[in-house]
């Protein structure tokens, strides 16, 4: 008789399901057996979807009660974007819903062109976020002042805080030249939080065209032509793996979380036979 496969649990981040509030994204994602959930508290452009848990309020203790009650946990808070004018005290608020949430970290991106000033700030931002035990991921994007994976390593080790480090996206690993064996280079410890999806064989061009596709164009994992395969066999077991997969809202929300966690078990159930 074949032993069980033991897969790694599985985060649930709020853009694969953007449109369902904090409070009912917890029992959705139970219910389709993820272990945690990313919430998206910092809307990631002016104007876009964005939720509020505020500290010490009926809602965050609401929002507690149903976590503990279907065991689930909060892996991170998302989105900041520092900028040219990014001023670290201006997440303060953020911060203590993301501690009082029991978030393990604060999930950030890069558009400030003077690298200098960057490294400066996101330094002073993870000093503000270890005060409540808070990790600060970058993730790189290619639309963004921090574009490849060398440009948030730079960031990261330059501000040299023990909670700086930086988030792995499979989509923008693999469209801005990275490769998985590239993360194999990278220092122990920095890698903690990694989201998966896969995509279409084509790349898409132009700066609208790749901000289309990572807002919403992805697939499901082992739907596409991503090397997830390799991708999962070099990062760290202590890697948080969360699945953030945008595709639109044509299929009702519980649809679109059932199937990517369905999609991904069968990708890591057939590595691990294979």
């Not at 005060?131 to 994976?149: C, F, K, N, P, Q």
């Not at 903690?192 to 790749?210: K, N, Y």
Request: with cysteine; hydrophobic share 50%; net charge negative.
């Amino acid at each position: 008789m074949t032993a069980p496969v033991s897969l790694p649990p599985l985060g649930l981040a709020h853009f694969t399901a953007l449109d369902v509030p904090p409070l009912e994204l917890v029992g959705l994602a139970a219910d389709a057996g993820y272990s945690s959930i990313g919430l998206r508290l910092i809307p990631a452009a002016p104007g876009a979807l964005a939720y509020t848990i505020p500290a010490g309020r009926a809602q965050m203790a609401e929002m507690r009660h149903r976590l503990h009650d279907r065991g689930v946990r909060v892996h991170d808070v998302e989105i900041a974007t520092i900028g040219a004018d990014f001023d670290p005290a201006s997440l303060a608020v953020v911060l203590d819903s993301a501690a009082e949430l029991g978030a393990e970290s604060l999930s950030v991106c890069a558009d400030d062109t003077d690298r200098g000033r960057l490294v400066d700030r996101f330094g002073a931002l993870c000093d503000l976020a270890a005060r409540s035990a808070i990790a600060v991921d970058l993730e790189w994007m290619g639309w963004r002042a921090v574009r490849t994976l060398d440009d948030a390593l730079d960031v990261v080790t330059r501000a040299g805080r023990p909670n700086g480090r930086i988030l792995v996206d499979a989509l923008h690993l693999k469209r801005n030249g990275g490769t998985p064996a590239d993360l194999a280079a990278v220092p122990a410890g920095l890698i903690r939080s990694v989201q998966l999806c896969d995509a279409g064989p084509v790349a898409p061009v132009g700066t609208e065209a790749i901000i289309a596709e990572a807002r919403g164009g992805r697939l499901p994992p082992g739907e596409g032509v991503l090397p997830l395969a390799e991708l999962l066999a070099v990062l760290p077991v202590e890697a948080n793996l969360s699945l953030e997969v945008p595709m639109g809202t044509a299929l009702p929300a519980e649809e679109r979380v059932r199937r990517v966690h369905a999609a991904t078990v069968a990708l890591m159930e057939g590595r691990a036979a294979g």
